[in-house]
């Protein structure tokens, strides 16, 4: 089956540094990839998805490339702030089974 | 749109005793939903993926006689923790994906945190 390395699992950052979060998953069936962030007791939100077809997306201060050769994606914040601090997490999904592995988690502090 | 709402979100209950929680996909069709648990600063563990009318396939090392699912219709999923024990205190956390939407993103509904004592 598929399985997902996250790293780094804790990081802890400047308010305005940038984050980098990595992931690399076993499976080249893979071709979907979501992040997460999880706030303390809450549900997990979509902040952004990778499809296999495509090698970078960005959404303002959020970013994901994709390398597919490597098996690897990774996680871009930039100009982070105190509210960003989360636990991260990246999934890699097969999509025509529709399950999703996901990574162990980054918590993320960002400090003012 | 995609709203997930899973009930209750936090249990207490004694030992030996049975839990249902349920899972339901509010605005959106969903013939797939996925029950998770999650320890503290742990990541989500699939338990099982639940498919609307037919049974629910369970990961390796989760007991199906434990953790009961029920997928009734296109909008509700349940999971009942029977006999439950303090070990079962957790985090549990469904997730759904739209009819025809295995490529879409996984809505999750909020958690319930069961304690067992």
């Known amino acids: 089956g598929e399985n997902v390395e996250q790293h780094p699992s804790t990081l802890s950052v400047q308010e305005g540094d940038s984050a980098v979060i990595k992931c690399t998953y076993s499976?080249?069936?893979?071709?979907?990839f979501p992040w997460y962030k999880q706030e303390l007791g809450k549900r997990p939100q979509l902040i952004i998805d990778?499809?296999?077809?495509?090698g970078e997306k960005k959404d303002q201060r959020i970013a994901v490339t994709l390398n597919k050769t490597a098996k690897h994606f990774s996680l871009h914040i930039t100009e982070t702030q105190p509210e960003d601090s989360a636990v991260y997490f990246c999934a890699a999904v097969y999509t025509n089974a529709g399950k999703s592995t996901f990574g162990d988690g980054t918590t993320l502090t960002v400090k003012p | 749109g995609a709203v997930v709402s899973q009930h209750p979100s936090r249990v207490i209950c004694k030992s030996g005793t049975s839990v249902k929680i349920e899972c339901r996909s509010l605005d959106f069709q969903a013939t797939t939903m996925f029950w998770y648990r999650q320890f503290p600063k742990k990541s989500l563990m699939l338990m099982a993926t639940?498919?609307?009318?037919?049974?629910?396939?369970?990961e390796q090392g989760v007991e199906k006689d434990k953790f009961l699912i029920n997928h009734a219709s296109l909008t509700l999923s349940t999971l009942t923790v029977t006999s439950a024990h303090p070990e079962d205190s957790s985090f549990y956390i469904c997730s759904a994906t739209r009819v025809g939407g295995m490529d879409s993103p996984l809505h999750f509904g909020n958690g319930t945190r069961l304690t067992v004592t």
């Open positions: 990778i499809r296999s077809n495509v």
């Open positions: 499976d080249s069936a893979s071709n979907y």
């Open positions: 639940s498919n609307e009318g037919s049974k629910a396939t369970y």
